[in-house]
């Protein structure tokens, strides 16, 4: 049985295992300590929100959230930045449970909406438009520093 619960302080080593496995997915070079004081801070200044999925005590899947604000609708925003489901327990709707998770806490605290961006060929955007997240009409551009 899967339990999907709110990371806090504790569970960040735990955290860590998954989410070096969620960069390195990404071709991303990580440090566990720098992972961890990444996660760390995030946690213990209220700058993200983190659920996990368990099974067994294991942590198999993570989505992480992070607050802006939308000044048109003069209210909070999440953006979906981050959702990993081990490898061995995809196709087994974990990500669907953590993204109905994050549905309920944004309603719950009064959001907006919950924004997320992915790569055009990847395979999840087939579950957000599912789940009922639309393409949206606005164009993002970053500037990397």
């Not at 806090?8 to 071709?27: A, P, Q, R, T």
């Not at 549905?103 to 992915?118: D, G, H, P, Q």
């Given at each position: ?8 302080i ?30 760390k ?84 955007q ?20």
């Amino acid at each position: 049985m899967i339990k999907i619960h709110q990371a806090n302080i504790n569970d960040i080593e735990d955290l860590e295992v998954i989410f070096s496995l969620y960069l390195k997915f990404y071709k991303v070079e990580s440090i566990r300590d720098d992972n961890i004081t990444f996660l760390k801070e995030r946690v213990q200044n209220n700058e993200s929100v983190i659920f996990t999925a368990k099974k067994d005590d294991e942590i198999v899947g993570f989505t992480q959230l992070f607050p802006s604000f939308s000044s048109a609708s003069l209210k909070k925003v999440y953006i979906l930045n981050d959702l990993f489901v081990l490898e061995n327990y995809r196709n087994q709707g974990i990500a669907k449970l953590l993204i109905h998770q994050v549905i309920e806490f944004a309603k719950e605290n009064n959001c907006a909406r919950v924004s997320l961006s992915t790569a055009r060929n990847n395979p999840a955007q087939f579950l957000y438009e599912k789940l009922g997240f639309k393409e949206s009409s606005f164009k993002f551009f970053n500037y990397n520093l």
